[in-house]
């Protein structure tokens, strides 16, 4: 979804969820299962369709003790509203514990979607990492929040 959203009307205008919810006991496209019940994909949908969305443009999931990744970082605004002076945050965490932190100025348009720059990561050790990326208006709101987990090995 994040994919199609960084897209915006070159050539895509508009992506929705065609099955919400499972229509008997089954394993299926739905998000919510017979009982209504969130699955997985609920959640995974829920944070890519925020209106303000911190998109991470991430390449593969699994990477090699000592790759130098690169990871897209785009704002997208689906509101009518503009947002001055925000900014993006973006922590890099390995194995719980904050290893990198950047802090950009954003200014959002409306109706917008922009890559802001590449955030090339450090030299990766082996272990589990979260790259958690956030807007927050000029009053320091949290308006949309992104995390992207990897594994290096």
């Given at each position: 979804?994040?994919?199609?959203?960084?897209?915006?009307?070159?050539?895509?205008?508009?992506?929705?969820?065609?099955?919400?919810?499972?229509?008997?006991?089954?394993?299926?496209?739905?998000?919510?299962?017979?009982?209504?019940?969130?699955?997985?994909?609920?959640?995974?949908?829920?944070?890519?369709?925020?209106?303000?969305?911190?998109?991470?443009?991430?390449?593969?999931?699994e990477?090699?003790?000592?790759?130098?990744?690169?990871?897209?970082?785009?704002?997208?605004n689906?509101?009518?509203?503009?947002?001055?002076?925000?900014?993006?945050?973006?922590?890099?965490?390995?194995?719980?514990?904050?290893?990198?932190?950047?802090?950009?100025?954003?200014?959002?348009?409306?109706?917008?979607?922009?890559?802001?720059?590449?955030?090339?990561?450090?030299?990766?050790?082996?272990?589990?990492?979260?790259?958690?990326?956030?807007?927050?208006?000029?009053?320091g709101?949290s308006?949309?929040?992104?995390?992207?987990?990897?594994?290096?090995?």
């Open positions: 979804m994040e994919n199609y959203r960084r897209q915006r009307y070159q050539p895509s205008s508009a992506v929705f969820q065609f099955m919400f919810v499972e229509n008997w006991p089954s394993i299926n496209w739905g998000i919510v299962d017979y009982w209504r019940e969130p699955k997985a994909g609920y959640a995974a949908l829920k944070q890519a369709y925020q209106p303000i969305l911190p998109s991470l443009e991430w390449q593969q999931d990477y090699k003790v000592g790759a130098n990744p690169r990871i897209g970082l785009w704002a997208i689906d509101t009518w509203q503009g947002f001055e002076h925000a900014r993006y945050l973006v922590t890099l965490s390995h194995e719980g514990k904050a290893t990198d932190k950047l802090d950009l100025p954003l200014e959002m348009l409306p109706d917008s979607g922009y890559k802001l720059r590449d955030y090339p990561l450090p030299a990766l050790q082996a272990g589990r990492y979260a790259l958690e990326a956030e807007i927050v208006s000029s009053a709101k308006m949309g929040k992104n995390v992207y987990r990897f594994t290096v090995k």
